[in-house]
């Protein structure tokens, strides 16, 4: 424990756990979006209540989720911090500079849409997780609950604009925890940001298709 305390104070050793924790949580965002992708199945809903009945019930699962917690709460805390010490370190003359020519839009905003995110978080979980898992016998199915939250285009569009920041936020994220694992040099800058792209890109955009089909069956597809 004493160990892990001198490692966390260090401005080092937070940017590693930034980074830790933020390559832990892409892995998770692979398996939701997998599992998510049942949605698409032509069956009633029945597989993805299915699956999302053994997450809710499965204790492995459980702990997982406990572990996923907790990697949100490190995560966002201490990305708060290395942000706040950043700009109480900042010259004053600094917003002088011209920004954009010395990052890219997805570091600039990195916090911006790191807050918008963790925004979109709390409402997604208060959306589908605490009516499922704390008050299932007064909600419908995880897929009911699924195909009225899609129902409302504000709600889709407030969900597409937060995978728009989510895929800045990885972009810039991604590559940064390998830069600070030391593992992004020349020789694997490019296998970096190819993979890279499978997580700001191509996940936002599985996600993103979710809100569309169901806004565009429940309006125009004539789904009950």
């Not at 424990?1 to 949580?25: A, D, H, P, Q, W």
């Not at 504000?154 to 969900?159: A, D, G, T, V």
């Not at 890279?196 to 191509?202: A, D, E, H, P, T």
Request: charged residues 10%; hydrophobic residues 50%; contains cysteine.
């Amino acid at each position: 424990m004493g160990t892990f305390t001198n490692i966390y104070r260090s401005s080092v050793g937070k940017k590693f756990i930034v980074g830790l924790t933020g390559l832990f949580l892409c892995t998770f965002l692979v398996e939701h979006l997998a599992g998510n992708f049942l949605l698409f199945v032509n069956d009633g809903g029945a597989a993805f209540n299915e699956y999302s009945e053994t997450m809710s019930h499965n204790i492995f699962i459980r702990t997982v989720e406990i572990v996923l917690f907790l990697a949100f709460f490190f995560h966002i805390l201490t990305a708060t911090i290395l942000w706040w010490r950043n700009r109480k370190a900042r010259p004053k003359n600094y917003t002088q500079n011209h920004k954009s020519a010395n990052s890219e839009l997805a570091s600039r905003i990195s916090f911006l849409s790191g807050s918008i995110v963790f925004i979109f978080l709390v409402i997604h979980l208060r959306t589908f997780f605490v009516p499922s898992r704390f008050f299932p016998s007064e909600n419908p199915s995880m897929y009911d609950l699924v195909v009225f939250a899609f129902s409302s285009t504000w709600y889709c569009l407030f969900y597409l604009a937060a995978l728009v920041l989510l895929g800045y936020h990885l972009r810039h994220g991604f590559q940064s925890a390998f830069q600070t694992f030391g593992i992004r040099g020349k020789k694997y800058q490019s296998l970096v940001e190819w993979i890279g792209v499978i997580f700001w890109l191509l996940i936002p955009l599985g996600f993103a298709s979710m809100p569309i089909y169901f806004l565009w069956t429940t309006h125009f597809g004539g789904m009950n």
